[in-house]
């Protein structure tokens, strides 16, 4: 197992299809009437898995490739003209990379760390805030504090988890909503995995499709969290589920509420797109339990395969290739001079060598040569 430009390059390119795949099933509604979350899922972990280990192994197969990633290739390892002579443009691409990554780190975790120093400073959620019957569906290891803001009711933590509530003034009925979305948060984990994409889209920082994919991801830890707290209800729960929705969305646009995502989970977005999938979702497809098992196993299928093999460029190293030529039939320029009964390659007006079994060469190129006379 071993890290190379190749091996990155190929994890790229399988999550950009994976990505792709991963769009196209968030997107079409109708998909959510045949596939469940659980592959979605499976998916985005696959592709997470992909960019956090993107080696080659043993049994990977190399496939040379001489044309696209020969060119791009062959540009990483030219001298700048300016250039000393000890570094290509491939280190210096590597060193931009590096000093791109450090800054977006520094600036998400001075974020996160900012963000975790003032939740710190607020106080646990008042005595008869909520009612017994929803203080009961809280473990003991998850502690309720209050944000004085309209903001939406979140969770935030790894191992110690918090549920904020917030000044929306909402029924007991809708804290009962509230507490079951942002305790399915916490039982998946989602802000560790929120936080895990955000240091992949600081590390990835010029590929486009890491981006895409982060604002998916948490479309559907919303989702499941949905479903989380609809799966064994009735169709009016969860007509009642999707109103509380409507109503806390209503109240953070009424508010002008900004969510601001790090890695903690709001129970409702500002944003149109994402209220419209949930209310999509909850509607056509909120009792789709069962996953396919041939979808998960074809797409674990598709993942090893993808590891079967790597493509590497098939170029000449510029320095291993100072002092030699190649020869081209088709350049006007390289022929065979005679001159004197003897035959010399000439290739762009020099004389290369002389060629001493030529015409009788078994050579197909020296074949197809013209032969000048002087």
Not at 10 to 18: A, E, K, R
Not at 103 to 119: A, E, Y
Not at 351 to 373: A, G, M, Y
Request: aromatic share 18%; glycine share 2%; net charge positive.
């Amino acid at each position: 197992m071993q890290l190379t430009i190749s091996s990155i390059i190929m994890s790229l390119i399988v999550f950009g299809i994976f990505d792709w795949i991963f769009r196209l099933f968030m997107n079409k509604n109708r998909f959510y009437r045949k596939y469940t979350l659980f592959f979605l899922d499976v998916l985005s972990f696959l592709m997470v898995a992909k960019l956090c280990f993107p080696f080659e192994f043993k049994f990977t197969k190399t496939i040379e490739s001489e044309n696209v990633y020969a060119f791009f290739y062959s540009i990483g390892r030219s001298y700048p003209k300016n250039s000393p002579g000890k570094f290509n443009v491939g280190f210096y691409l590597e060193i931009i990379w590096l000093i791109g990554s450090v800054i977006f780190l520094s600036i998400f975790l001075f974020n996160n760390l900012d963000i975790f120093r003032r939740l710190r400073r607020l106080n646990p959620l008042p005595e008869k805030y909520l009612s017994p019957k929803v203080k009961g569906m809280i473990p003991a290891n998850v502690k309720l504090y209050y944000l004085p803001t309209n903001d939406s009711p979140f969770n935030y933590g790894f191992f110690k988890q918090k549920i904020f509530l917030t000044d929306l003034n909402l029924t007991e009925e809708e804290y009962k909503f509230v507490i079951e979305h942002e305790l399915a948060h916490i039982r998946r984990r989602d802000g560790l995995r929120q936080f895990i994409v955000g240091l992949l889209v600081c590390i990835y920082w010029w590929f486009l499709p890491i981006y895409w994919f982060q604002k998916r991801i948490y479309k559907l830890h919303d989702l499941n969290a949905d479903f989380g707290v609809v799966k064994n209800k009735n169709l009016e729960e969860c007509e009642s589920y999707i109103d509380c929705l409507t109503k806390i969305t209503s109240l953070l646009k009424k508010e002008r509420a900004i969510n601001y995502k790090f890695h903690y989970t709001y129970f409702a977005s500002v944003e149109k797109s994402s209220f419209d999938q949930r209310v999509s979702f909850l509607i056509k497809s909120y009792k789709n339990r069962n996953s396919s098992n041939f979808m998960n196993l074809l797409l674990l299928s598709i993942v090893i395969f993808m590891n079967l093999f790597i493509i590497e460029p098939s170029y000449p190293n510029p320095k291993c290739a100072e002092g030699t030529f190649e020869i081209n039939p088709k350049d006007p320029e390289t022929y065979v001079l005679k001159k004197d009964n003897k035959y010399y390659l000439i290739i762009d007006d020099k004389n290369i060598c002389p060629l001493v079994n030529f015409p009788r060469t078994t050579d197909e190129n020296l074949k197809q040569l013209s032969v000048r006379e002087r």
